[in-house]
């Protein structure tokens, strides 16, 4: 079990993707700028904390990677250290990076997911084809949103996404031709909104656990930034997740109002 730590919440909300009906709209993917693959916000130092604690203490549930994918775990770190040698804060160098927070994370004293973990805010997945569809072939979560990478590791996108309603075949058969066709250099990007009872960026559940709101809680309001891009030599689809959390009496009344209007019950 993970140690129980302060909630790590953020001030406001960048991304809300209730507030425009394309990023209401499944799967709600619009193009991003090369540079804004990965971001760095308000709360790095305290989620980098988490994370290095997650990456070293709790390895067998934030990290996986299917035989055979190795060399795109080690192609994802070296794209990773290319775009944060042009990323301010970070000090790259061949032998360690220099975090913003002050933190060196050395190279080659671990796996490379590993490593990957302890250098960004993002959770790093990794999707490959082998036939029709594209597979979780390997990660590295920190931030779980009540699933378990063990779990889905290895399955089709179809069926990791199978306790989700909304995830129709009809959507994943959109989703397998978008990735497809995914050119590298270029970076897709789409967002979602969760509500949960407790703040814990950590939060693993497995497939068949019960997920139900306890009346009366607190309610947070979680939001994913999801981007897409392609590695350019093994051809695998990096999914990266940045998560931001906020208390839902934060919110404006606009924002409150619009997501009261789309899950009335999530709010109460």
């Known amino acids: 079990m993970s140690e129980t730590r302060a909630p790590i919440l953020h001030s406001h909300l960048p991304v809300r993707p209730w507030a425009s009906l394309q990023g209401m709209r499944l799967p709600g993917l619009m193009p991003l700028a090369p540079d804004e693959w990965l971001v760095r916000d308000e709360v790095f130092a305290e989620q980098m904390a988490y994370r290095d604690h997650l990456v070293t203490e709790e390895t067998e549930e934030v990290v996986a990677l299917q035989p055979g994918a190795e060399d795109a775990a080690g192609e994802l770190l070296a794209e ?28 080659g004293a671990a796996p490379a997911l590993e490593t990957c973990g302890r250098l960004v805010q993002e959770d790093l997945l990794l999707m490959q084809k082998p036939g029709d569809t594209h597979d979780l072939v390997g990660g590295v979560l920190c931030f779980p949103a009540l699933w378990r990478l063990r779990e889905k590791v290895g399955r089709t996108l179809f069926d990791v996404h199978r306790p ?10 959109r989703v ?14 789409r967002a979602n909104a969760l509500i949960y009872e407790r703040p814990d960026l950590y939060q693993p559940a497995s497939e068949g656990a019960p997920k139900a709101l306890t ?25 990266a997740i940045h998560t931001y959390l906020v208390a839902a009496e934060q919110l404006g009344p606009d924002d409150h109002a619009s997501l ?7 709010l109460s």
Do not use: H, K, N, W
């Open 80 to 107: 990773l250290l290319g775009y944060l040698t042009d990323m301010q804060g970070y000090e790259v160098t061949p032998d360690s990076v220099l975090r913003p927070d002050g933190v060196r994370v050395e190279l």
């Open 260 to 266: 009261a209007e789309i899950r009335p019950d999530l």
């Open 215 to 239: 009346p009366g809680t607190p309610r947070y309001v979680r939001v994913e930034r999801q981007t897409f891009r392609r590695l350019p030599q093994t051809r695998a689809v990096v999914f």
């Open 176 to 189: 397998e031709r978008v990735l497809s066709v995914l050119r590298t250099g270029q970076v897709l990007m």
């Open 164 to 173: 989700v309603a909304p995830y129709t075949e009809d959507l994943s058969s």
